[in-house]
Nanobody, 124 residues
Framework: QVQLVESGGGLVQAGGSLRLSCTASGRTFGSRGMGWFRQAPGKEREFVAAISRSGDNTDYTNSVKGRFTISRDNAKNTVYLQMNSLKPEDTALYYC?????????????????WGQGTQVTVSS
């Protein structure tokens, strides 16, 4: 079973930036699509961004398009989420997840491993 460890969260003012990282153990990272999700208090976990195995294809939820960028470094077993122009509504616990296969996935059921999450808080 792969282990995913997120880092990079914190408190930032609106308009600021953060870069989240997620490092995976095990040998499956390079063969799987990866994703970022977030969950705010009292809300369901929602899709944020996904990247294919090779990194050639990405997908984003509409609310973060143009502000967030997902990328990966397969040599380092790490996936990143660069978040710019942050808004208070981006405040949430951010999770990375490993997909069931090599493609892009937007539903939680299409992921089989999850990290513990890293908190992002954006103040107004």
């Amino acid at each position: 079973q792969v282990q995913l460890v997120e880092s990079g969260g914190g408190l930032v003012q609106a308009g600021g930036s953060l870069r989240l990282s997620c490092t995976a153990s095990g040998r499956t990272f390079g063969s799987r699509g990866m994703g970022w999700f977030r969950q705010a208090p009292g809300k369901e976990r929602e899709f944020v961004a996904a990247i294919s195995r090779s990194g050639d294809n990405t997908d984003y939820t509409n609310s973060v398009k143009g502000r967030f960028t997902i990328s990966r470094d397969n040599a380092k077993n790490t996936v990143y989420l660069q978040m710019n122009s942050l808004k208070p509504e981006d405040t949430a616990l951010y999770y990375c997840a490993q997909g069931l296969d090599s493609g892009l996935y937007t539903y939680t059921g299409e992921y089989d491993s999850w990290g513990q999450g890293t908190q992002v808080t954006v103040s107004s």
